[in-house]
């Protein structure tokens, strides 16, 4: 049970990131006024706009593709319609959780299986590969804005994706790192850490396309959103958002990255360019399609998802 000093810590840390938030939307506020973005909206060419919105399936199957592929191999009878739902519901959880933590509930409650722990695991590989690969583009991002002579930079982009390739296929490795230390050598730690070995070399191989075609997704989604606004170059619009994702993935200081990710967009776009006005409308466009209409997907799955597991453990 949680004691009330808990309670009290929990209090505050939710409190100070949403008082982050607010702080950080009143700057971006004050760079770019609200009734810019309504008159940019308005005026934007909402071709871009609905084309940007007809890639989200694509990005919504690709990561619930990578799930699926995951699950396998605790539960090899579970349908791509249950991985999908089960991917989705995580994400409506996810939005309403400090620290998405909504997440592992939403993901492990919807799979029929005894292994909920190895579930838990395979969460928690799924975003530390996540975070590697948002490591890797938001580095070469970063190298190619700032540094200079382009040939120091593109080593450095070359360098980082040895490097960071190479980790993904030995994030293995962690359980038996966590095995070495003291105070987390706990049976459903062990547990947990386990799920990390379970997938072979050519399940780690396809989950890395998968992820990386789940954020080439994104960054087109982005480009048609921008070129709705202003007319900009793909690898401009690329550096910056990946920037942008990198940066926010460093820094969960607000509740729902809320001013973050505009603060982040309005700095790393200008570098390149692009207007303020512009920056912050695409910023909020892709966390809308993205984040909020997954989330409400996610919600109404949830039906349907139990029907599902009930006739796959018949």
Not at 265 to 277: E, H, M, N, R, W
């Given at each position: 049970m949680e004691t009330g000093s808990q309670a009290l810590r929990k209090w505050f840390w939710r409190s100070l990131r949403l008082c982050v938030g607010i702080v950080s939307m009143y700057f971006v506020f004050h760079l770019v006024h609200p009734q810019e973005l309504l008159e940019a909206l308005k005026s934007a060419d909402h071709r871009f706009v609905l084309l940007a919105l007809a890639l989200l399936p694509l990005n919504i199957v690709a990561h619930g593709w990578k799930w699926h592929t995951m699950v396998l191999t605790i539960e090899t009878k579970t349908g791509f319609h249950t991985s999908l739902g089960s991917y989705l519901y995580g994400v409506s959880l996810a939005s309403i959780t400090p620290g998405d933590v909504g997440e592992y509930l939403g993901r492990t409650t919807t799979i029929a299986t005894e292994r909920k722990l190895h579930l838990v695991g395979l969460v928690l590989l799924d975003r530390a590969q996540n975070l590697l690969i948002v490591a890797m583009l938001g580095i070469s991002s970063l190298a190619l804005l700032f540094i200079q002579p382009r040939?120091?930079?593109?080593?450095?982009?070359?360098?980082?994706?040895?490097?960071?390739?190479?980790?993904?296929?030995?994030?293995?490795?962690?359980?038996?790192?966590?095995?070495?230390?003291?105070?987390?050598?706990?049976?459903?730690?062990?547990?947990?850490?386990?799920?990390?070995?379970?997938?072979?070399?050519?399940?780690?191989?396809?989950?890395?396309?998968?992820?990386?075609?789940?954020?080439?997704?994104?960054?087109?989604?982005?480009?048609?959103?921008?070129?709705?606004?202003?007319?900009?170059?793909?690898?401009?619009?690329?550096?910056?958002?990946?920037?942008?994702?990198?940066?926010?993935?460093?820094?969960?200081?607000?509740?729902?990255?809320?001013?973050?990710?505009?603060?982040?967009?309005?700095?790393?776009?200008?570098?390149?360019?692009?207007?303020?006005?512009?920056?912050?409308?695409?910023?909020?466009?892709?966390?809308?399609?993205?984040?909020?209409?997954?989330?409400?997907?996610?919600?109404?799955?949830?039906?349907?998802?139990r029907n599902s597991e009930n006739r796959e453990t018949s």
């Open positions: 040939m120091f930079a593109i080593a450095l982009v070359l360098l980082v994706w040895m490097l960071g390739c190479l980790m993904y296929f030995r994030l293995n490795a962690a359980k038996n790192i966590v095995a070495r230390i003291r105070f987390l050598r706990r049976a459903w730690i062990t547990d947990v850490f386990e799920a990390f070995e379970m997938l072979p070399s050519r399940t780690i191989g396809l989950t890395l396309i998968l992820s990386l075609a789940f954020y080439g997704t994104i960054i087109l989604q982005v480009y048609f959103l921008m070129s709705a606004f202003i007319t900009a170059k793909f690898v401009d619009v690329a550096i910056g958002y990946l920037a942008l994702l990198f940066v926010k993935a460093l820094m969960p200081i607000s509740i729902g990255d809320i001013g973050i990710r505009e603060m982040s967009a309005v700095y790393f776009f200008s570098k390149l360019g692009i207007p303020s006005v512009a920056a912050v409308n695409v910023a909020l466009l892709v966390f809308a399609m993205n984040v909020v209409l997954p989330a409400i997907l996610g919600v109404f799955y949830m039906p349907r998802l």
